[in-house]
Structures are given as structure tokens and as C-alpha cells.
């Protein structure tokens, strides 16, 4: 195990000379722009981004040191190997399916979360934990844009999620964590609520809380779906995904992909290229889920060679 106890060895192994880490902990505010991105409930999310010199600094901290700190198995978002379909699979084909959120995940990660978790002190001498800890973070919350945040929430969970996931394992639970989406399934006897409170409880002891408004719980006969892919009996993307890109396609069939652009308000009217490259990854999205789709095989083939006409 690597130990710092001496800014010098930061220094070495960030690529960063210490004068420039202490000059943005202290202006650290200065280095942040909020940008607002649309949900899809009509909410709007609200991120934090950091500029080029503070990015280059965090990026450096997430796969020099962070990316050392274990996570847990159960979190498939931020890490090698994770990804919505990675969490999706072990539900496929469950009878019962429950679904819990975090209510305002990021803000609710403390700076001493972070400082203690992240950076602990076997590892690292106090003044640098605290340097560390302050580029990290920014106000009063976790910043969503910042490129060490996604690696930081697996890290804050990493013990929640394995307690939990021991207690679920006992009980022939299926879990998995995505970002702040946690889901539940099992084919037996499930009880919904018992999960609920082991977890709000769990929860409550990191300073979390559950975002009532987002708990379901599935039942047969209901449509099943995690992180947007219907796992009812086989990993798929949903129904209304496809028939979008279905229409989407065969518009571009029927008047080209200029008069096509031409006849709606597509943001990208202006750029067919960079539309293309947005169609083909809504494309690559669906046959990766089912790699098989004839229709989909089909549909990139076409956007293969389309996209080569406008480069």
C-alpha cells in the first residue's frame, strides 16, 4: 500500500506542483460554472462543473489515487464492467422487483465523508487528506460534474453496499446499485417492506434518506423495467425506445436525411453528420442489449453507410 505523508510524493504522482493544488483549494468556488440539465420528469438537474485547470486536477486524482480504493461488486455505475445492463441482468425474468432511490444522492455526501473514506489517515498524513478532500468537493455537496464524484459515491457506499447485499444474499434477494437507483428482486417470498426499512435504516446512518416518491415495487403482470431496460423475461431496451428509432430511420429512408431534418425542429437541422453519430449510438444502444436484433443489425448497416456520404 502506497502512503503519503509527504506533499512532494502527491506532487510526483498527481503531475502537479503543490503551489497550484493550494491555489485552487483556496479559490475553489472560482473554478466551479453551473450548468442545468433537463430530467426527464421536467425537473431539472442542476451541475456543478469545474474549469480546465481544476478537471485536470481532479482527473488526476480519481485514476492516480482514487481508482485504487475498492468498491463493491454491486455497484455497477462509475466503474470497469458497470453499466445499466450490468445492472439490469441479474433481475431478468424475477417476479418481484422493488425499486428504491437516494434522495439527493450527491448533495448528501459530507466533506467528511469524503475526507475520512476517500483519503483515510493510514493512508495519508492529515494535511493532505484535508488538501485532497477540499479539491473534491465544492460548497456544500458532492459536485456532479466533477470528474472524482462518480468514483467518490461508490467509495462512500462500498460498505453499505456489501451489508446489504450479505443481508439480501440470505434472503435469496437480488441486488444491485445504480448511482442512486437500487433495485431488488427475488422469485419467492418477497416482502417489500422489510427491505425498504433495513435499507432507509442502513441508509440513515451515512446521512441518507430515501426518496419516497421514487419506491415501486413490481409485481407479475407488471412491466418491468431497470434503469430504462425491460427485464420482465429478457434483457431488452423498451418498446417506446425502439419505435422512436424505428420512425426515426425510416424518415431518413423515405426523404433523406436532409429533408428529414428539414421537416422537424431537430436541434441538429444544421449538422447531419453530428445527427448521424447520434442516431448510430441510439442504435449501438439497443444491440447492445440484444446483440442479435436483426432489425437493429439492419438499421446500422444503413447508418454505416449514410455517414459516409456526409464526412
Not at 65 to 74: D, F, I, N, Q, W
Request: proline share 4%; glycine share 6%; hydrophobic share 35%.
Amino acid at each position: 500500500m502506497v502512503v503519503y505523508r509527504e506533499l512532494s510524493s502527491i506532487e510526483a504522482d498527481l503531475g502537479i506542483p503543490a503551489r497550484t493544488l493550494y491555489r485552487l483549494s483556496n479559490n475553489i468556488g472560482k473554478h466551479y460554472r453551473e450548468k442545468k440539465i433537463p430530467k426527464s420528469d421536467g425537473t431539472v438537474r442542476l451541475l456543478s462543473v469545474p474549469d480546465e485547470i481544476l478537471k485536470k486536477v481532479q482527473r488526476s486524482i480519481a485514476e492516480k489515487l482514487l481508482a485504487y480504493e475498492p468498491v463493491s461488486l454491486y455497484a455497477k455505475a462509475y466503474r470497469i464492467g458497470g453499466s445499466v445492463i450490468s445492472n439490469a441482468a441479474p433481475h431478468v425474468g424475477k417476479e418481484k422487483i422493488l425499486k428504491l432511490d437516494i434522495y439527493h444522492f450527491f448533495d448528501s455526501i459530507s466533506y467528511s465523508s469524503v475526507k475520512e473514506k476517500c483519503f483515510p489517515a493510514e493512508k495519508y498524513a492529515e494535511k493532505i487528506r484535508i488538501l485532497l478532500a477540499m479539491l473534491c468537493y465544492h460548497g456544500e455537496s458532492l459536485p456532479q460534474g466533477a470528474p472524482t464524484s462518480p468514483i467518490i459515491s461508490n467509495i462512500i457506499l462500498r460498505d453499505f453496499d456489501i451489508e446489504v447485499g450479505r443481508w439480501c444474499s440470505e434472503r435469496k434477494i437480488f441486488y444491485s446499485r445504480y448511482c442512486d437507483d437500487m433495485t431488488f428482486s427475488c422469485d419467492g417470498d418477497f416482502d417489500g417492506a422489510e427491505v425498504t426499512a433495513f435499507v432507509k435504516q442502513k441508509l440513515g446512518v451515512l446521512g441518507f434518506i430515501l426518496n419516497d416518491r421514487k419506491t415501486r415495487l413490481l409485481k407479475k403482470g407488471d412491466k418491468k423495467t431497470v434503469t430504462g431496460i425491460v427485464v420482465s423475461e429478457k434483457l431488452n431496451a423498451s418498446k417506446e425506445y425502439r419505435r422512436t428509432v424505428r420512425a426515426e430511420i425510416h424518415y431518413c429512408q423515405k426523404f433523406g436525411v436532409e429533408g428529414h431534418l428539414s421537416r422537424t425542429a431537430n436541434a441538429l437541422a444544421e449538422n447531419p453528420s453530428k445527427y448521424l453519430a447520434s442516431l448510430m449510438g441510439k442504435v449501438n444502444y439497443v444491440l447492445q442489449i440484444t446483440p442479435e436484433n436483426k432489425e437493429f443489425l439492419e438499421y446500422k448497416e444503413y447508418l454505416s453507410d449514410i455517414i459516409k456520404e456526409f464526412k
